[in-house]
């Protein structure tokens, strides 16, 4: 077995061969340390609650275990891992809510090597409220593609798609995207005309 130190520094996809190879949880305990929190936090992002989030971790991670046999290592593992993730949420979640009502965190990255730069000047509240009416597909491809860096070959890989329709898929997700911050930004910006008027006429 390899040593803890010696094996903080193998890539992820070596300890997927390892723990193939050995079957011995050791090297899936590392991959679980690296991974944990970030698959904890994602679930949150998605139920709101620290208990639902917990218990979604767990059920992730105990299909990540029983499925390290099917990786190819087609794509990165933190992108197959991820997709799992968001799949499994999605999952839970379309029955139990509507259309766009999964809140999406605010503080996002949305960089994009594309230089979209739409994307990164819409504002973080509003950007918020708009995500809100995206299905709970539309959101998560998008924070696979913006929020952690997954590849459109990657996308396409872990979803058997082509990478035209994974691109198609993310271009209506983000037209529909700004179609709503721009509708939310025209509200705010006539409520505050009419107060300002409201406000002249009562000096």
């Known amino acids: 077995m390899i040593a803890a130190r010696e094996a903080k520094r193998l890539t992820d996809e070596e300890l997927v ?16 340390s690296r991974y944990s929190d970030k698959v904890y936090r994602k679930c949150l992002t998605f139920t709101k609650d620290p208990l639902k989030a917990q218990d979604f971790t767990h059920d992730i991670f105990l299909r990540i275990i029983m499925r390290l046999g099917s990786f190819k290592e087609q794509s990165r593992f933190s992108a ?3 997709s799992i993730t968001y799949n499994y949420c999605t999952d839970q979640l379309r029955t139990t809510r509507k259309k766009g009502e999964v809140p999406v965190e605010s503080d996002m ?19 918020q409220s708009a995500l809100g009416y995206l299905t709970i597909e ?3 491809l998008l924070l696979m593609k913006y929020q952690d860096d997954v590849s459109i070959r990657e996308i396409a890989d872990i979803h058997n798609l082509t990478e035209s329709a994974v691109k198609m898929r993310l271009k209506r997700a983000k037209e529909k995207l700004k179609k709503r911050y721009m509708e939310a930004l025209i509200f705010w910006a006539v409520l505050i005309a009419k107060l300002i008027a409201w406000l002249k006429l009562h000096k």
């Open 17 to 32: 061969r390892l723990y193939i190879t050995t079957q011995s949880n050791y090297y899936f305990e590392h991959l679980y």
């Open 80 to 82: 197959w891992l991820f």
């Open 109 to 127: 990255d949305w960089a994009d090597e594309c230089n979209e730069g739409d994307l990164e000047a819409l504002e973080a509240d509003r950007l």
């Open 138 to 140: 539309e959101q998560s």
